[in-house]
């Protein structure tokens, strides 16, 4: 007789969110005025605005091709 494997179920998806320690900005222009504030008192730093999937405006040093 052959023994039998009991297989575990699967857990649920979890979406992955990155976003939670992040600074978010209501509007792009919010998020554009801070960024140029920044970046005038750092001269090597350059920042790019980009729109997050949770709706909210986000700065990264990446440049994004949209």
Do not use: C, I
């Not at 600074?23 to 997050?52: D, I, W």
């Amino acid at each position: 007789m052959t023994k039998r494997h009991k297989l575990s179920k699967p857990s649920p998806y979890r979406k992955v969110v990155s976003s939670v320690d992040k600074r978010r900005y209501h509007t792009k222009k919010e998020a554009e005025n801070t960024a140029e504030v920044q970046m005038l008192q750092n001269p090597g730093l350059e920042l790019f605005v980009y729109k997050g999937p949770d709706g909210g405006w986000y700065l990264t040093r990446r440049k994004h091709d949209n």
